[in-house]
Nanobody
Framework: QVQLVESGGGLVQAGGSLRLSCTAS????????MGWYRQAPGKQRELVAGITLGGTLGGTTNYADSVKGRFTISRDNAKNTVYLQMNSLNVEDTGVYYC??????????????WGQGTQVTVSA
């Protein structure tokens, strides 16, 4: 049984930081691309950041334009965990953040396995 368990969400003031974690079980973590998506109220779910297979360089990353320079995705294959470091948060970053694992980094589709989501709320 595949499980993706997110943690680290919460309430933070604008300009603050949060780090999300997602630990996977039931999959061969190192062969999966991992992504973070978010869904803001009244909006469609969108890719925030993705990272491909982790090797010595840690995988290739991909970011939404709105988070470039503020968010960093990373993975630790030994811990079956992917992280999302979020800095300089603003109210537009508010939403439910979902962890995703997939065999191919075609980030525009809804394929793969999904976590239950963690709420991030940024106050002005």
């Amino acid at each position: 049984q595949v499980q993706l368990v997110e943690s680290g969400g919460g309430l933070v003031q604008a300009g603050g930081s949060l780090r999300l974690s997602c630990t996977a079980s039931g999959i061969s973590f190192r062969v999966y691309a991992m992504g973070w998506y978010r869904q803001a109220p009244g909006k469609q779910r969108e890719l925030v950041a993705g990272i491909t297979l982790g090797g010595t360089l840690g995988g290739t990353t991909n970011y939404a334009d709105s988070v470039k320079g503020r968010f960093t995705i990373s993975r630790d294959n030994a811990k079956n965990t992917v992280y999302l470091q979020m800095n300089s948060l603003n109210v537009e970053d508010t939403g439910v953040y979902y962890c995703n694992s997939r065999l191919a980094p075609n980030w525009g589709t809804s394929m793969g396995y999904w976590g239950q989501g963690t709420q991030v709320t940024v106050s002005a």
